[in-house]
C-alpha cells in the first residue's frame, strides 16, 4: 500500500522554527520528485517547495524564500521541510506530494502534477 505521512507539525510562536518530515512506505522515493504544499481555512492550496528526483534542483515559493529549506533522504525514503523565522501567515495544513519528472527547472505548483498525497499535518504560528 502506498503511503505518505507527514509529522512535525505543531503550534509555534512567531520567528521559530519547525522542521516536516514526509515518510514514504510501499515505494521508494528514488525516482519521485517530492513537493511541499499548504492549505490555509477557506483558501486554496498553494505550492511551497519542492526538490526534483535527483536532489539537485530545489524551488520554493516567494513567500518562504530564504526562510524554508527541502531536502530528502532517500535511504530513509523521507523529505523534510525546515522551517525557519515563521510567520502567522504560515499558519495552515501542510502537505507532501509526489509525481515524476517535476520540479527541474522551477516551483512545480499545480496541484494535479502529482500523484500521491499525504494526509496533511497542521502547523500553527501564534503567540
Known amino acids: 500500500q502506498l503511503q505518505l505521512v507527514e509529522s512535525g507539525g505543531g503550534l509555534v510562536q512567531p520567528g521559530g522554527s519547525l522542521r516536516l518530515s514526509c515518510a514514504a512506505s510501499?515505494?521508494?522515493?528514488?525516482?519521485?520528485?517530492i513537493g511541499w504544499f499548504r492549505q490555509a481555512p477557506g483558501k486554496e492550496r498553494e505550492g511551497v517547495s519542492c526538490?526534483?528526483?535527483?536532489?539537485?534542483?530545489?524551488n520554493y515559493a516567494d513567500s518562504v524564500k530564504g526562510r524554508f529549506t527541502i531536502s530528502r533522504d532517500d535511504a530513509k525514503n523521507t523529505v523534510y521541510l525546515q522551517m525557519n523565522s515563521l510567520k502567522p501567515e504560515d499558519t495552515a495544513v501542510y502537505y507532501c506530494?509526489?509525481?515524476?519528472?517535476?520540479?527541474?527547472?522551477?516551483?512545480?505548483?499545480?496541484?494535479?502534477?502529482?500523484?500521491?498525497w499525504g494526509q496533511g499535518t497542521q502547523v500553527t504560528v501564534s503567540s
Open positions: 526538490i526534483s528526483s535527483s536532489g539537485g534542483s530545489t
Open positions: 506530494a509526489v509525481g515524476f519528472r517535476l520540479c527541474r527547472f522551477s516551483l512545480s505548483r499545480k496541484v494535479d502534477e502529482y500523484d500521491y
Open positions: 510501499g515505494f521508494t522515493l528514488d525516482y519521485y520528485a
